[in-house]
């Protein structure tokens, strides 16, 4: 069956880098475009951005512009969340999600991992 | 950039049908999803394309979508439907990216 498994928690100081990752199996790795969402403690989901694992293509929200890069590992059928300059505020759980369109981008996630929590504290 | 707005909570007595309503700028025009979260748990789809539902997912949840107003409805709601509840469609316009409501509170009295 279709799965994604997250790496495990984290626990970062501000003004430093986490890389959070998403193992994927049951599918065909390349074919479908993977998300990245995140859920702040008492707050909404808010969507990061997306990677194309066949190009490597990726589209950030604006909000992350600038300190987040999302990369893939064919070989490993793997993507990759890094979140660089850590605030007090990115404190949450962060999720990947597949896209359910083979082969194009639908903006529908129906696959999701289980989390991955980041605590940024001094 | 565009925006979503959904009521925080809503509470229903089992059994009973709970509707929870998302709002946007001709939001009838695009196509809406559904995610149901629970705590500790990673987002579930329930509906998507408006009204379609994944397999898996008991009919007692539907969708509909027309003008500035989509809506999740839960019938013959059970204890186990308590969750939070968030819209989801994709903004088209300058920023063409994901958007998210603010998420409901179903609570089930």
């Known amino acids: 069956q279709v799965q994604l498994v997250q790496s495990g928690a984290e626990v970062k100081k501000p003004g430093f880098s986490v890389k959070v990752s998403c193992k994927t199996s049951?599918?065909?790795?390349?074919?479908?475009?993977m998300h990245w969402v995140r859920q702040a403690p008492g707050q909404g989901l808010e969507w990061m951005g997306w990677i194309d694992p066949n190009s490597g293509a990726t589209d950030y929200a604006q909000e992350f512009q600038g300190r987040v890069t999302m990369t893939r590992d064919t070989s490993l059928s793997t993507a990759f969340m890094e979140l660089s300059r850590l605030r007090s505020d990115d404190t949450a759980v962060y999720y990947c999600a597949r896209d359910e369109g083979l082969g194009e981008l639908k903006f529908l996630m129906d696959v999701w991992g289980q989390g991955t929590r980041v605590t940024v504290s001094s | 950039s565009y925006v979503l707005t959904q009521p925080p909570s809503v509470s229903v007595a089992p059994g009973k049908t709970a509707r929870i309503t998302c709002g946007g700028n001709n939001i009838g025009g695009k196509s809406v999803h559904w995610y149901q979260k629970k705590p500790g748990q990673a987002p579930l789809l329930v509906i998507y394309s408006d009204s379609d539902r994944p397999s898996g997912i008991p009919e007692r949840f539907s969708g509909s979508n027309s003008g500035n107003t989509a809506t999740l409805t839960i019938s013959r709601v059970e204890a186990g439907d308590e969750a939070d509840y968030y819209c989801q469609v994709w903004d088209s316009g300058r920023d063409r990216h994901v958007v998210f409501g603010g998420g409901t509170k179903v609570t089930v009295l």
């Open positions: 049951g599918y065909t790795f390349f074919g479908y475009y």
